[in-house]
């Protein structure tokens, strides 16, 4: 057993479901996943459909519903319960869906850089004024309109390297439906549960800023800021299993 597992067993070992952001898959915390395993804890790391080792599945009809169905179907099959769900990013979208619909399964979300719908919102609609328009114009030029271009490695601000180059090989282009279809919650993001937000801001990506402000006004959230890059899970796994570990 690895070092500190003995003592993450039984009470205090947690069950975590991960979610990945845009263009990623559930590869993109192998070591987070592995880090807190050996502290005993249970990791799931879906992929959403369309992207990873399912982006054969790519297609135009693949909605944010589909993404939150794909994580709302790990708690079923695995039965899972007191949960502490985690989205990075556009994993957000998904986190908030699964909430509202799982809400007695969950014991803590925890949004990481990511973004935050209410009810009616699309992924376009929560981001910069702008975005969405440039976003759509690249899509429908390299995307044949059904996937957002995986952006060059400059969009992506962690240091060039091994852990970089393992990165930008496996992402995959992002199904353009789930950025255009509204998310339908039943009660306020987040469902009242315990909620932290933790912004990165070393840079502080534009394209969330819109999502820390509102979480920075949710009443009774936890708002914490870390001066890391958005995809720090990468460079500096050992972050981001300190700070989960230290969550719920």
């Given at each position: 057993?690895a070092p ?17 952001g ?14 807190l ?8 790391t ?5 992207l990873?080792?399912?982006s ?8 944010v ?6 994580v ?8 899972l ?9 556009y994993g ?12 007695d399964r ?39 309109g059904v996937?957002?271009p ?5 969009a ?14 496996r ?10 279809s ?15 937000y933790?912004a ?5 990506l ?9 979480a ?30 230290g969550?719920?």
């Amino acid at each position: 057993m690895a070092p500190g597992a003995a003592q993450a067993q039984g009470a205090a070992s947690k069950t975590y479901v991960l979610v990945h952001g845009a263009y990623g898959g559930g590869w993109i915390w192998r070591d987070v996943a592995a880090g807190l395993r050996g502290r005993g804890h249970r990791v799931f790391t879906p992929t959403q459909t369309g992207l990873g080792e399912r982006s054969h599945l790519l297609s135009r009809q693949i909605t944010v519903d589909t993404h939150i169905d794909d994580v709302a179907s790990v708690f079923a099959f695995e039965d899972l319960r007191d949960v502490v769900l985690v989205g990075h990013s556009y994993g957000g979208m998904a986190v908030t869906g699964v909430a509202d619909r799982l809400t007695d399964r969950i014991r803590h979300v925890v949004y990481l850089d990511a973004l935050i719908p209410e009810t009616g919102d699309t992924a376009f609609t929560i981001l910069p004024a702008g975005m969405a328009d440039a976003r759509r114009k690249v899509a429908l030029e390299q995307g044949a309109g059904v996937a957002l271009p995986v952006p060059g490695p400059e969009a992506f601000p962690i240091p060039a390297g091994p852990a970089k180059d393992w990165f930008m090989q496996r992402l995959r282009p992002h199904p353009i439906g789930t950025y255009e279809s509204p998310v339908r919650l039943s009660k306020p993001a987040g469902a009242g549960l315990p909620v932290t937000y933790v912004a990165y801001t070393n840079p502080a990506l534009a394209a969330i800023e819109p999502s820390r402000q509102r979480a920075r006004a949710k009443s009774g959230w936890t708002y914490r800021e870390l001066a890391v890059p958005h995809d720090v899970e990468v460079p500096h796994p050992e972050t981001v299993v300190e700070l989960l570990a230290g969550i719920g």
